[in-house]
Each structure stands twice: as C-alpha cells, then as structure tokens.
C-alpha cells in the first residue's frame, strides 16, 4: 500500500492561492488513483478532487471551477492548486487512495476574510 505525506498548507487570505501537495513513498505511484479530501469544521470529510489512474478526473461541486488536481509521476507527487480560496475551504486537507484511507497528518488550510 503506499505512504502518502502531506504539505503545503498555510495561512492566506480570502481570494488567495495555494498549492498542496501529496508525496507517495512508493515507486509504482503512476498505478495508484489518488484523492484529496477535506475535513472542515462541523462537517463531515469530503471529497475535494480525484485523479484517477487512466487520466479522469473529478471535483466535489464546491469547487466550482477554483481547484485543479494535477499529477507529476516523475516526483510521484500529487498536487491540489487552489485558487480563489474562500473562508469556508479552511480546514484540514488530506490525500488517500480513496474515501476509505488511509489517513495521514493531513494539511492545515486556513482562510482569513
């Protein structure tokens, strides 16, 4: 099963950017379908993007268009651009396999307003 770490969170304002990042510790990373989930405050995980082996992708609908799920198999990395950024998307980013886990440290994401 591959490791998968975290980073690139912070702190910015509303109308900001920032990119997240997903580190898989595992040569045959270009086999794997990987997501990026949110747990947000009151709410439960959900869903952000997907990107899936074969090339497909897909957002949950709050996204509307802000963020951009992108692989680089050369870095086995998975990268999460977000654009746009609202109060409402601060919360804890995480990537996994699937909706299912497994769960790492995840990535802190706050939005000011």
């Known amino acids: 099963q591959v490791e998968l770490v975290e980073s690139g969170g912070g702190l910015v304002q509303a109308g900001g950017s920032l990119r997240l990042s997903c580190a898989a510790r595992?040569?045959?990373?270009?086999?794997?379908?990987i997501g990026w989930y949110r747990q947000v405050p009151g709410k439960q995980r959900e869903l952000v993007a997907f990107?899936?082996?074969?090339?497909?992708?897909i957002y949950g609908p709050f996204v509307e268009g802000r963020f951009i799920i992108a692989r680089d198999n050369s870095k086995n990395t998975v990268y999460l651009q977000m654009n746009r950024l609202k109060s409402e998307d601060t919360g804890v980013y995480y990537c996994?396999?699937?909706?299912?886990?497994?769960w790492g440290q995840g990535t802190q994401v706050t939005v000011s307003s």
């Open positions: 996994a396999p699937s909706q299912d886990g497994p």
């Open positions: 990107t899936y082996k074969h090339g497909a992708e």
């Open positions: 595992r040569s045959t990373f270009t086999t794997d379908d």
